[in-house]
């Protein structure tokens, strides 16, 4: 259907102007500055560069290697480790005894991690296989969660698992103490589970599904616990304001790690008479080893102190070294090139 013609009276009115308002933004008239690169700017921001990241990058090298660390294994895969029987063995809990020496001082506060590798968190299906809305709260995701959740939604009795979803059935669930032998007699080194997680996580992120004094066995009857834990997840500790959802090492295992072999805050050791740090002498880790579902992998536990610039991480400082260390040497390179065919350039002209 054609569009209807406009009248007589209108036709012969000036259509519109399209053009661009007379401003200096519309009309290209604002000031411009191109730089003209020559040696002499060239050459100077170069050295700066290289220079600077060099000085950084022996800052962070230097701190990295201030700081101690030492790890174990109890991974118990080959026979005569000390904990190959708990490995081997088809029981839920075997207890497993690693005995070392430190022999310097440990600068405190030391930070306890386990380490575990050829542990895949960052599949894709695996990271969201959980439901954020049951995390933070949600009474009715907690009742009926979400189907990313899938195959850990439900348990055998339809009942809805809490917390649900792949990531939370994984949870790292060796319990490890770790003792001083004072004078021949072995002393529990007290070791602190709280302030482990991010504070968002702790304070924003899980929220358990109460108000109040609410008891919360009575909030989370009905739901089932993951497959592959030992107890309900108002049972994880107890402390009432460490449990649940909110209960840390819980909060720090589902902060998926980006690669296969990743670090996991335990404990911290800051208290007691070892406020000041490990002193030399005999350890002794005691790990109640749970068997969970098998990946090939290792598992470690590491002691760490810390710097400003956090845990040890030589990368960082290599990087700085290696790209400042570039930058001269094109500097470098660039400034024979100038020298060379300065006056050749001076004489053409």
């Known amino acids: ?55 950084i990058g022996i800052g962070l090298h230097y701190s990295s290697n201030s700081i101690q660390e030492t790890e174990y294994d109890y ?43 050829n542990f895949y968190q960052n599949h894709y299906r695996y990271m969201i296989s959980k439901d954020e809305n049951q995390l933070s709260g949600y009474l009715n995701s907690l009742k009926n969660p979400a189907n990313e959740c899938a195959p850990y939604r439900v348990n055998f009795e339809q009942k809805p698992i809490a917390p649900c979803g792949a990531v939370a059935n994984s949870m790292f669930n ?27 996580d702790y304070n924003l992120k899980f929220r358990n599904p109460i108000d109040g004094n ?35 090492d819980f ?22 008479n070892f406020t000041n740090g490990l002193p030399a002498g005999e350890y002794q ?17 590491v002691f760490s102190t810390v710097s400003w610039m956090g845990g040890k991480n030589p990368f960082l400082g290599i990087a700085y070294l290696v790209f400042g260390s570039l930058c001269t040497v094109f500097a470098i390179i660039m400034l024979i090139v100038f020298l060379k065919y300065q006056g050749k350039i001076d004489d053409d002209i």
Request: charge should be neutral; hydrophobic fraction near 40%; include cysteine.
């Open 251 to 272: 909060i720090v295992w589902m902060r998926s790690a980006a690669l296969p072999t990743f670090r996991k805050l335990y404990r911290r050791i800051e208290s007691g």
């Open 1 to 55: 259907m054609r569009p209807p013609s406009r009248s007589f009276a209108n036709k012969h009115e000036p259509l519109p102007s399209q053009r661009p308002d007379n401003t200096a933004f519309t009309q290209q008239r604002l000031p411009a500055w191109q730089p003209l690169l020559s040696a002499s700017i060239v050459l100077p921001f170069f050295f700066l560069v290289g220079l600077s990241f060099i000085g």
């Open 214 to 248: 609410l008891n919360l066995s009575e909030i989370f009857q009905g739901t089932a616990k993951p497959n592959d834990w030992l107890t309900e997840v108002y049972n994880l500790s107890d402390d009432p304001y460490n449990n649940g959802f909110i209960n840390e």
């Open 285 to 301: 880790l005691r790990i109640v080893y749970t068997i969970i579902i098998s990946f090939q992998g290792r598992k470690k536990i």
């Open 174 to 200: 060796d319990n490890i103490t770790l003792f001083y032998n004072e004078n021949g007699t072995y002393v529990e080194v007290p070791l602190n589970g709280k302030g482990i997680s991010w504070w968002t």
């Open 75 to 117: 991974t118990g895969t080959l026979p005569g480790e000390a904990c190959y029987e708990c490995a081997v063995s088809a029981a839920k809990f075997c207890n497993c005894n690693i005995t070392f020496n430190i022999t310097e001082f440990f600068q405190g506060p030391v930070f306890m991690y386990y380490e575990l590798s």
